[in-house]
């Protein structure tokens, strides 16, 4: 028997997982990631945007410092 595909709007899809926990939704995004189904940016890309948006809005160094220990807290 094959699988069975059920196409949803993306307001259940996210309602959906909001009942999950952190865990069960990283296990959902690991196994979309081992399929090839998502993508994970590489770095160079991730570094390209970050220096582009630092540059065009003129940011010091330091803000730039600040940004990622928030995000990093943010895990």
Do not use: C, H, N
């Amino acid at each position: 028997m094959g699988d069975v595909a059920i196409k949803l709007p993306k307001a259940k899809v996210i309602e959906g997982l909001a009942g999950l926990s952190f865990k069960e939704i990283k296990e959902i995004i690991d196994s979309l990631i081992q399929k090839r189904l998502f993508k994970v940016k590489p770095a160079k890309g991730i570094y390209r945007e970050v220096s582009a948006i630092t540059k065009k809005k003129k940011l010091t160094i330091k803000v730039a410092e600040e940004a990622v220990k928030w995000s990093r807290a943010r895990k």
